[in-house]
């Protein structure tokens, strides 16, 4: 697929999609197995007004602008929606902002957050507010890290609050006013091989944000737009070998959705 026509720092991969690798942002596989799960569900929708809640880099939210979508990315971090601006092009134009703005509520037909609720304090309460941003029978479409037994330095690196089980999942989303379509539990088995490096390699990173007395906010305004680690084995990533290996991890996971196995939750819910 051929994507906008990029800026100085953006790539446009033919499998990935858009990517800043010499911005310390390029999509992780565990982004592009959800990806993967999120596009084909979108596959059957016709383009419509859609809002990405905590867009960090928006490259998804670019991916639709592209194809046509009315695109909206809303972030509370500026270095993110910084990145986000360097894919918005006049091929894939997407409004970005820092906060929703209640003149939209009511206006979407789609409401898009990944890896954001395990952030809030009170998550129902924070979907409860997104549902009054949809039309009637408007979609939501999010996603957070499953299982608290897997809990790991990425995790506190983040500055995540909790992960989901599938019941605790499935309660708070319900309880926001909304009725879930499907979960998908995606990722298994890459995503779990590679959570086990991740939590490595940001426990050293954790030791040097206690040098520099980050805060919590400060990581979680970070966990979307900082891919340093990820960045450092882009040229390796993109190549032809893992490209296919990437495609073909996006296939293994297909008949594992409907088990517990992966380690992120995909739900997919409508306003009621």
């Given amino acids: ?91 894939s134009p997407m409004r970005l902002q820092a906060e929703l703005d209640p003149d939209w509520r009511g206006s979407f037909d789609l409401a898009l957050s990944f890896e954001v609720i395990e952030h809030l304090e009170e998550d129902v309460q924070a979907m409860a507010e997104w549902r009054e941003y949809l039309k009637p029978g408007g979609r939501l479409i999010l996603s957070t890290p499953a299982h608290p037994s897997r809990w790991n330095a990425a995790d506190v690196w983040a500055g995540h609050m909790r992960r989901y089980t599938r019941k605790g999942l499935t309660e708070a989303v319900t309880s926001a006013g909304f009725a879930i379509e499907k979960i998908e539990c995606y990722g298994f088995p890459l995503a779990n091989v590679m959570e086990v490096w991740r ?28 891919r340093s680690v ?28 409907q088990t517990d196995l992966g380690n992120g939750y995909l739900v997919l819910a409508r306003k009621v």
């Fill in 1 to 91: 697929m051929n994507g906008p026509t990029p800026s100085d720092d953006t790539v446009w991969h033919p499998t990935y999609g858009p990517a800043l690798p010499t911005l310390n942002w390029v999509p992780a596989p565990r982004y592009l197995l959800r990806r993967a799960r999120v596009l084909h569900h979108l596959a059957g929708i016709s383009p419509c007004r859609v809002v990405d809640i905590g867009c960090g880099p928006a490259a998804l939210l670019a991916e639709l602008a592209a194809k046509g979508f009315d695109a909206v990315g809303v972030d509370r971090a500026q270095p993110a929606l910084d990145l986000a601006a360097r894919f918005a092009t006049s091929d």
């Fill in 199 to 226: 939590a490595r390699a940001y426990g050293k990173a954790l030791e040097k944000a206690a040098k520099s007395d980050k805060s919590a906010h400060d990581l979680t305004d970070e966990s979307g737009s900082d």
């Fill in 230 to 257: 990820e960045s450092r084995f882009w040229k390796l990533f993109a190549s032809l070998p893992m490209t296919t290996a990437m495609r073909l991890a996006n296939q293994i996971q297909r008949p594992f959705l």
